[in-house]
């Protein structure tokens, strides 16, 4: 069965320092991966994706995540991080169950940028 | 290019009232979700539609929440009675069929029962 896990529900980092938000993933399957952001009142927007053409994926507003297939890991990065980062950011996976496709979505983790 | 556009923003309303929430998905997409996010219980899914037919409704809290997509460009979720515990952001998201698709969503309905 799928699942998700962020390991981290909060994290805080100073503006100008790397960001790390953490997930593994269960798959009993080839999954595709994808990290969302969710800014206050807003919905959530994609940041990246991972569909299995390369390990290491470029996303928007300079975040990149890389797929690690022996440690079921798709942790997000990023190398400086800027006050607009502040938000709430969920990694999703995605299966194909016999021709129905499921987005099982992770708890979620909520970043502060200190400035 | 537009995206999943949702109606009303937000919605204040008594309980016992009815509620209806639109949806209009990104021309093209063939699956759209309906999801529920409160503080407590963090983003749910309610119901999920291909082509127009609803695929999984496990989601859906009781009987007095519907969905209904009577054509590929319009979905609506109906709460009737509504209660206090059913205040939350409702949020629509449409895709593509297919693996790697990502969902799109739409900014969401803020929804207060009083």
């Known amino acids: 069965a799928q699942s998700v896990t962020q390991l981290d529900s909060h994290v805080s980092v100073s503006e100008g320092t790397p960001v790390l938000l953490r997930c593994n993933y269960s798959?009993?399957?080839?999954?595709?991966l994808f990290w969302y952001v969710q800014h206050p009142n807003k919905g959530l927007q994609l940041l990246l994706k991972y569909t299995s053409a390369a390990t290491l994926v470029k996303g928007i507003n300079g975040f990149e995540a890389e797929f690690k297939k022996s440690e079921t890991s798709f942790h997000l990065t990023k190398p400086s991080a800027h006050m607009s980062d502040a938000a709430e950011y969920f990694c999703?996976?995605?299966?194909?169950?016999?021709?129905?496709?499921?987005?099982?979505f992770g708890t979620g983790t909520r970043l502060k940028v200190l400035a | 290019d537009a995206g999943v556009i949702q109606s009303p923003r937000h919605e204040v309303t008594e309980m016992g009232q009815e509620v209806t929430l639109r949806c209009k998905p990104i021309?093209?997409?063939?699956?759209l979700f309906w999801y529920r996010q409160t503080m407590m219980r963090g983003l749910e899914l309610l119901i999920y539609?291909?082509?127009?037919?609803?695929?999984?409704d496990s989601g859906m809290p009781e009987d007095r929440f519907s969905a209904k997509m009577p054509n590929a460009s319009f979905s609506t979720l109906k709460i009737q009675p509504s209660e206090p515990r059913d205040s939350a952001v409702y949020f629509c998201?449409?895709?593509?069929?297919?693996?790697?698709?990502?969902?799109?969503f739409g900014d969401g309905t803020r929804l207060s029962i009083l």
């Open positions: 999703v996976v995605s299966e194909d169950t016999s021709g129905t496709y499921k987005y099982i």
């Open positions: 539609f291909n082509n127009n037919v609803p695929i999984d």
């Open positions: 021309s093209g997409h063939n699956s």
């Open positions: 998201a449409s895709t593509s069929r297919g693996l790697n698709q990502p969902q799109h």
């Open positions: 798959s009993s399957y080839s999954p595709s």
